[in-house]
């Protein structure tokens, strides 16, 4: 009874206020503040409060205070809700404020749906279970977003907060790339209008882009830069928190403790505590204990951490959660309790995903977004380790389990970056996953186990390449050509952006490419919304097996794919009827081997004998002896290479180091992959061929030197072998190279080229150097139209070369190529020797006219080259395939010749013997 009067009283007290005021900002604001005493004083209820604002509402509707009214949805979902981490209802609230619209036109309606959908997507964005929600209505406010650019000026704060809150989705979803999208638009918005009010937030979340990718330096310098940006204590506790993060992932644990210290205490000061920060400041406090190998104390403080948040949030979801229970399987195995161990890592899998489909090895279900991927993938692997004695079997499938998900997870990212950056977070599993498949396949010598090794050696290799090429498969087939064009637009304007960038950037193209991305990034998601079949397409996960492989090679081939980890080497060697796997223990043993045979092999020799054979013969040893057997049934090999061994070229091995090239008995070619190269079908053979020869004139010296560049006079030779249309010097321009390239069989480059190591997007190929855009650089090869062409020839330097990303392989200016839907390249390794490359690709065009295939063509003109110029491999060995062979039917300039005389006779027959043809024609018509 007591306890109703009170409510009167109070609601009583309330409406009074309301009647007696005249100033209704201030009304409406006074009730507030009543409001939130009364609660936090607990005088009062929620559901008294929600009762006191929905009166409040309904005054305002009656007097047709159409702002207001809409305004106290907002309070009540953030007075009542937020306030209490009650984002359900909160949720709830705000959808029942899109009723209220109707009451708006024009500018104004525009502008309370932005609002109102940027507070729903955050509150979906708070909620575990609700991350799909979240990421639809971000989008869609992004979208809105991108036709009211107006919105940018008149709210410019709101839409930094949007556009921060929408970036940390993504990258809670995996997506670190991506994300810095976002918080880059929102800095520049900053910049323009000129907002400092959460910058210290969009400051804050680009560092923790760099931390992810380990630029610890650049992460702290925008946090200090954040500092005096904060604008109250919670915020600034928030800053120290982050800098605290930044020294547990640099390994300095005690600077971590010092910045965490820091952050309780500015957050013991807020007026308005967030309790999340709290549970972080415990986890990251942990994080640091566990550093310093003080385990009492670390999970001591995890599992008050986990106490806390059950407490404040009741439910034991998310990513907070998930940390938690990865962090006590962390100290469990140090402690060598194994059982409890698993059990946290169970529990992290659970809290990082409720459905817990991932865990079945086998499993085949429709992705859909997750509180916690990243920490769901460590829960994997934790179990996987933890497993390792006591259930090996179980522990190599729980890491074919994690390479599954990684794969899966790896195809929601659109742009290369992404993948390659995810790629390279997960690929350390890759190792510890092939040991325990090994050993259980030793141990069988089951084709069961033979097969999951094949599968996670396969995943290990170009996974960025092989999505890509499997998309420009899929797409036209699933996809209408409006959306194909749309795509094709804004990847065409991503390239020009990137290439803006490089040479002259600045603020206003690094937004326009932030934006340009995320664009993509939406179409993207769109197509997979509304085409059932694409979606199926593009997220099947299928790689060839070692049965299919070896169905699709012939009795004469043998395939050899590498895995160069950092302690093991590991291969496979598929022939037609047999296989075998081989474990070679010392790796780093075989880096510097091959290191030092580079060297060797592509220093110019002058008139220095070769002095690698004995390397070569140590190679030949590690890299091939065991597989012998598989070999002698074979005279050609494809070879996988992985890592440094990409920079090998196989044929300069010898098995006796007597100069018995391994040319001499074999036709070698180079795989990324068994699944691009036999998995990637050649469509109808095209026999057109087109060259680019742009320095091969020697008078144009001067020119070429001004750009950086020499002339390549062997280069006019080189072409003039190639039936075909040939584009030399001032013709060889980029521009034309954009105009003929494509439907061409094979596409010739004779010319120079430039690997970036630092930087890859940055390397090019030169064309005819008029103007300033005479550059192809990476992004426009990729951007390419090669869906017809078979062959690419770069004959130029170092085309084969390029900087090593683990899980991808090289990135090279071929792979480029490949990226763009070529399956072949023929590259360089090194710096190509003007005028021995020049007579290998007369000599390939030569072998390949008379039919031979391209791998065959290749081998028989460094045969040539040998035999009648030098046997240094330097000059030979640099020319490699790498991606299908064909046999490419290609007219001889020979054959064109004869026809031409046989015309000339017959038109000289008919002069002559005028006479009689004119009789013989005469005595027909009587």
Known sequence: MRKNLLISVFAVCVLNVWAQSKDQAMQIQQVRDKVYTSLNNHEITTEQALKTY?????????????????????FTAVDIYVINDDYEHASEVMLESFDALKYFNGEKKDLYFFQLNAELSEYYRRMPSKLNMAEKHFKKGYDFLLQHKELQKKIPAFVITFLSNYGRLIDDLGDTEQSFYYFQQARQIAKQEKITLNQYA?????????????QYENALALLKEALPLAESDDKIANIHLSIGRCYNQMNQPANALKALADAEKFYRKAQEQQPRIWIYIQIMRADAYVQLNDLARAENTYKNALKDFVRIFKHSQGIQVARIENGLSEIYQKKGNIKEALLHS??????????????SVNASHTFEAMSAPQELFIALNQKADLLSSSNPALSADTYIAAIKFATHLRKTFDMPESKLFYSEKVYPVYEKALSKLFEQWKATRSIVWAEKFFYALEASKSATL???????????KSLNEDVLNQEAALRQKIVKLQIRLMEAGNEKTLSDLSDAKIQLNHLTKKIEQESKS??????????ISLKETQQKIDKNTAFVDYFLGENVLYYLAVGKESYNIVKHEKASEINNLVLELYAKVNTPPNIDAYKGHQLSKRIYEALLAPIEPIMKKSKKLIIARHDILGFLPFEILEKKGESDYLLFDYTISYANSASLHFDNDINKPQSDIIAYAPFSNGKQSGIFRDKGFKTLPASSNEIGEISGQIFQDNRATKLNFQETYRNKGIIHFATHAQVNDAEPLKSFIALYPEGKDFKLYTPELYNLSLENTQLVVLSACETGKGQIRKGEGIISLARAFQFAGCPSVITTLWNAHDESIAKLSEKFYYYLKKGYATDEAIRLSKIDLIQNESDHPFYWSNFVLIGKSSVIPIASNNIIYLWIGLFVLILLAVYFFRARIATFFSNLSR
């Open 54 to 74: 929905k009166g409040l509402q309904k005054k305002l509707l009656d007097k047709k205070d159409y702002e207001n009214y809409l305004e106290m949805y907002l």
């Open 202 to 214: 969009v400051l804050s979340n680009m560092a923790r882009y760099y931390r992810e990718k380990k």
């Open 346 to 359: 169970e529990k992290a899998m659970v809290a990082a995903d409720s459905s817990y489909k991932y865990l």
């Open 466 to 476: 092989w999505d890509a090429v499997k998309e420009q498969k899929i797409r036209p």
């Open 534 to 543: 694409y979606y199926k397409l593009k997220y099947d996960n299928h790689l």
